[in-house]
Every structure is written in structure tokens, then in C-alpha cells.
């Protein structure tokens, strides 16, 4: 019997960490990994950060060097396009007519920059920051005396206007809610996070709408807002969230609902067929509903599912989602969703920067925002994935250690 | 280069090159070292990188900052030897390293 064959359409963190994964686990098919950007998988957190500032380069963010996927026998397809899975072939057709067939296929495509169907978004100069192609474009951009416009106060548009200040470059955020992180975050949060970007010198327009960018010799120079305003700027980032790259799944009918639906072993409705990663609508057991997730922790665990169940092991625990974000001398790491929270506490002093918002769900955690405050950060996901009450009176005093509270 | 000894839970030894600035979590993930996730790529984020340090070489890798103690304050299996890979950056001085790993990361 020939062994089983994997292809894998996607090489960013989830394909990327899935090849190295099932030859972790003993793996010895044939791997073949489809990646649409001409590089090997690469680490994308640090692009809005470490990379935009130049404190890290290609060899830093790639996840393996070169030589490792010879040595590993892992057939790479880098800037190949999967137009069409056959299913009952069990076959991937590449753009380029190459047909790849397969025993199981993951599907790790991500998800790609929603874009603002707005006049003017097709100017030079108007960016995304999904790839290392995107914050190579962004970093030519900034620079001292340079105007940058983040529409969108999301973590993307913070991190890029934390490292464009580190850069010189002047900035202003657009946001259409009445504060920043509003889909994400609390708004205690919210609050500190735009005091201490604008103590930094970032400027803010909040519960601002967006009409259109105007130009000159097709290159961005403004943004205009609804108000009748407009905002100079030498070039425009747009953070507005992300939409996933779910088309290949649906037109092969696999289910899918805002993602392509997966299980606990990230199998789609097909059992040769899984998707992970941002792509992929997977099941939250802690907080027994399903959702998409868009970080390198769930990328990692689902890779770890899927290539498990391709080995015949046994899963890795499920894990507390978590999210991490680096904001000038700032560490934000939040565990948990807030799902189904009916109150907020708050462990520290937001002046202090280092505090802790928890989000309760009676005398549950359901989630934690930890600034500068890894203890909060590691208790905090302890109580989350165990379930149990914790003393709320202790938890709001400072001169209890987590240790103890979450003794 | 500095040779550094990644021994797993279960005694399996990988012996490594790595690249003086890279750090010892680096080494292990760019080699596909099992047991060393390092989830979040290094930022001192996650304690998935936990190590133990050879006795012998515990001078020579320095001593955790305040950050990377309360990390491990809530990692599993801590010992007075346990540091986050991540924040051991290799030089030539470390040539000949051996770091363990705990039974699970998480």
C-alpha cells in the first residue's frame, strides 16, 4: 500500500506549522504545500511591529529556513493558485493546470484585508498590512515628516500607529465607532489605549465616517469625511478587519458559514478535507458555540489537530484562545472571549499602566485584557479553562497575588 | 555557531548548530525541535518555551528579567532551573549548552 499523500493549500502560520507538524508526528507521505506569496511561511505579527520598525528581517520571520523543507521532503508550490478541489477526485487544480491529488487536504488559506468600496481606494499610496509585501509597501511610506492615515482603530491600525510614531511619521486614526478596539475590546480598554497613543502624539477622529480619498496624479493625498473634511495624508492604512478566504470550500460544497465549518480535529463536512487557521469556523467548547478566530495560537492548535488526525494520535488539549499585541512599551495579552459576560472588574490602575480587566460571568472568568500585567494574563487563562467560580473580592484586591486567587 | 544539546521529555536528543543572535528558542523551532512551541514567536507572550537549564551552564545563560519570572510563575513545572528559551539569546559563550524539556508546554 502506497503511503497517504497530504496537500495543504495555504503556507502562511497554519499550513506552515501543519507540514512541520505531521513530520513531527512521524509523518511520511508526500506533503505538498501550496502557498499563493512567493515566500516560505513567514510570521505575520511582527510585520506591524518589529518588521515596519526594521528590528527584524525575512530570515527572523521565516518559520524554518530554506533547507528545511528539502530536508523535511515537504514539495513546496510557492506562488501557486488552488482554483478547484474535485472532491470525488480527490484532487487540488492548481492555476497553473498542475493537478495535485491527495489522501487529505487542509486548507489553511487565511483571510484576506476587508477593503473600502470607496471612491479613490484604488489610489497609490491606499495599503493594507496582511503580507510582508504589504509592510514592505507600508514601510517606504513612512518615515519623518510623513502623514499617515490608519482608518480603522483596530489592533492592526494601533500596532502600524505605534511603529509609524516610532518612525516620525505623523498620524491620525479614523474610527466610525465612538471609541477604538470597540469590536474587541472593553471599553476601560479602549479609554487607556487611546490616552496613551495620544500621549505618543497620535491624533484621533472617532465616530467618523468615511467618503472617499481623493488624490493627486493617482496617488492618495487625503481622506475625506463625512463631516465635509478633508484630511491630508501621504499615504492611508486601512485595518477595517478581514473577510476569510473561504470561496475553494464553498464552491466544493463543503459547509460553511462565514469560514469553512470544522470540527475538534479541524475536519470539515468532508472527512478527507480540514481547514485551519483564520480560514477556518471551529467549535469554542469553553464557551460551547462556534466562531472564527484570526491568531498564530489558534493557527498552531488546529495545525496540531488536523495533524493529528491524519497521524492517528491523540489531539493536544483544547486550549483557552489568546491574543497578544505590542504597543510601544506596552504588552497587551487577553485569554478567553467574552462571551456571555455580565460584568467587568478591574485589578490595578489604568494610570499605572498595568492593570487587568476581567470579564465575569457571574463568579466565572470568561475572559481577561492584561496590560502589562503577566500575572493577571496567566491566572487569568488558568481560571478560564478550568471552570471553577473564583472570590470575586479577591480578585479586585491588589494585595492578593493571582497566585493566590487562583490558588 | 554554538552547538546547543535540546534534550525531550522522553531523553531524545537533538544536537543543534545555531547561530549566535538567534535565541535558544529559535534554534529549536527553526529545526523542528519537538516540545518547544513558542506560540507566540518570542515576544515573551505565551510560556510555551519553557526549558530547563543544565545546572552547569545556569551562570552562563543569565538570569531571568521581572517579565519572564512572573511568566513562569504560572508555567507548569517549574523549577529553580526553568527559564522561557525565548529570552536566552545564544553567543559563542554557550557553546555546548544543554537545555530539557518539561513534559508539556501548556
Known amino acids: 500500500m502506497s503511503k497517504p499523500r497530504v496537500v495543504i493549500v495555504g503556507a502562511g502560520h497554519a499550513g506552515g506549522s501543519a507540514a512541520a507538524f505531521l513530520r513531527q508526528y512521524g509523518f511520511e507521505g508526500p506533503i505538498y504545500l501550496v502557498g499563493e506569496e512567493p515566500l516560505l511561511p513567514y510570521q505575520r505579527p511582527p510585520l506591524s511591529k518589529a518588521w515596519l520598525k526594521g528590528e527584524a528581517d525575512a530570515d527572523s520571520l521565516a518559520l524554518k529556513p530554506d533547507s528545511w523543507y528539502a530536508e523535511a521532503d515537504v514539495a513546496l508550490r510557492l506562488g501557486g493558485v488552488a482554483v478547484e478541489i474535485n472532491r470525488g477526485a480527490r484532487a487540488v487544480t492548481l492555476a497553473s493546470g498542475e493537478s495535485l491529488s491527495y489522501d487529505f487536504l487542509i486548507l489553511a488559506t487565511g483571510a484576506r484585508p476587508r477593503m473600502l468600496p470607496i471612491e479613490g481606494a484604488d489610489l497609490a499610496g491606499v495599503l493594507a498590512l496582511r503580507t510582508a509585501a504589504d509592510a514592505e509597501t507600508l514601510k517606504g511610506a513612512l518615515g519623518p515628516g510623513r502623514r499617515l492615515a490608519i482608518i480603522g482603530g483596530g489592533y ?79 499615504a492611508v492604512l486601512v485595518g477595517v478587519g478581514a473577510h476569510p478566504n473561504d470561496e475553494l470550500a464553498q464552491d466544493c460544497g463543503l459547509d460553511c458559514a462565514g469560514g469553512v465549518v470544522v470540527d475538534l480535529e479541524a475536519r470539515t463536512s468532508d472527512p478527507y478535507i480540514f481547514a485551519i487557521g483564520d480560514v477556518a469556523h471551529r467549535p469554542l467548547p469553553l464557551y460551547d458555540r462556534q466562531f472564527r478566530l484570526e491568531s498564530v495560537p489558534n493557527a498552531l492548535e488546529q495545525a496540531k489537530q488536523a495533524a493529528s488526525a491524519i497521524v492517528g494520535r491523540a489531539g493536544p488539549t483544547p486550549e483557552v484562545p489568546w491574543f497578544w499585541s505590542d504597543q510601544y512599551d506596552l504588552k497587551l495579552q487577553i485569554a478567553g472571549l467574552p462571551f456571555d459576560a455580565d460584568r467587568i472588574l478591574v485589578r490595578g490602575d489604568p494610570a499605572t499602566a498595568s492593570f487587568a480587566v476581567f470579564h465575569l460571568k457571574g463568579d466565572l472568568v470568561q475572559a481577561v485584557e492584561a496590560v502589562n ?8 487563562k488558568m481560571l478560564i479553562s478550568r471552570r471553577t467560580p473564583v472570590s470575586i473580592d479577591k480578585l479586585a484586591d491588589t494585595t492578593i497575588s493571582m497566585k493566590e486567587v487562583a490558588a | 555557531m554554538a552547538k546547543i ?102
Open chain 1, 156 to 234: 492592526v491600525g494601533l500596532e502600524a500607529a505605534a511603529s509609524a510614531r516610532a518612525l516620525g511619521a505623523e498620524v491620525v486614526v479614523i474610527e466610525r465607532e465612538t471609541r477604538v478596539l470597540a469590536r474587541v475590546a472593553c471599553p476601560e480598554l479602549s479609554q487607556f489605549f487611546q490616552r496613551y497613543h495620544g500621549e505618543h502624539g497620535v491624533t484621533f477622529e472617532l465616530n467618523a465616517g468615511v467618503e472617499a480619498f481623493t488624490g493627486t496624479d493617482g496617488k492618495v493625498a487625503g481622506v475625506k469625511l463625512a463631516d465635509g473634511r478633508t484630511l491630508p495624508c501621504d
Open chain 1, 373 to 380: 500585567a503577566p500575572p493577571e494574563f496567566m491566572a487569568g
Open chain 2, 5 to 106: 544539546t535540546y534534550v525531550e521529555h522522553d531523553g531524545t536528543e537533538h544536537v543543534l548548530d545555531v547561530k549566535p543572535g538567534l535565541t535558544v528558542m529559535e534554534g529549536a523551532v527553526k529545526n523542528n525541535v519537538p516540545g518547544i512551541d513558542a506560540d507566540c514567536g518570542g515576544a515573551c507572550a505565551c510560556a510555551t518555551c519553557h526549558v530547563y537549564v543544565d545546572e552547569a551552564w545556569r551562570d552562563k545563560t543569565g538570569t531571568a528579567s521581572a517579565m519572564e519570572e512572573s511568566m513562569l510563575d504560572f508555567a507548569e513545572n517549574v523549577e529553580p532551573n526553568s527559564r522561557l528559551s525565548c529570552q536566552i539569546k545564544v553567543t559563542d559563550a554557550l557553546d555546548g549548552l544543554v537545555v530539557r524539556m518539561p513534559e508539556s508546554q501548556h
